[in-house]
């Protein structure tokens, strides 16, 4: 191997050689700055992810919910077929007549129960 030497003449530059008051306290500040931001990086992309996962689920949980009401209103139309007039009254259900609907403007209505004499 052989030793290469090289020579520099470099100009001595005050600037460059001395230490100012603020550099230290800049230099700290900066890689406080640094660190901040990089957790704040890391911060932001771990909850976009946990984002799309949750999004994910909720998506699979919906399809899955979405099933089953499907089944529930299925179940429902197939006992409805059932219920027919005359299972109405084995059951002892019976037409309902002379029916009287009433409609108040007044938000409280007043109602007095029919004397019977009993």
Do not use: W
């Amino acid at each position: 191997m052989k030793n290469i030497s090289i020579s520099i003449s470099a100009k001595h530059i005050p600037a460059l050689s001395c230490e100012y008051s603020l550099e230290h306290t800049l230099l700290r500040a900066s890689a406080g700055l640094f660190i901040a931001l990089v957790c704040a990086y890391v911060y932001f992309v771990t909850a976009s992810v946990f984002h799309v996962m949750g999004s994910g689920e909720a998506h699979t949980e919906i399809k899955r919910l979405s099933g089953v009401v499907a089944s529930l209103e299925q179940s429902f139309f197939e006992k409805t077929e059932l219920v027919t007039r005359e299972r109405g009254g084995d059951l002892g259900l019976v037409p309902v007549a002379k029916t009287t609907y009433v409609q108040s403007q007044n938000a409280v209505v007043g109602v007095t129960p029919r004397q019977t004499g009993i």
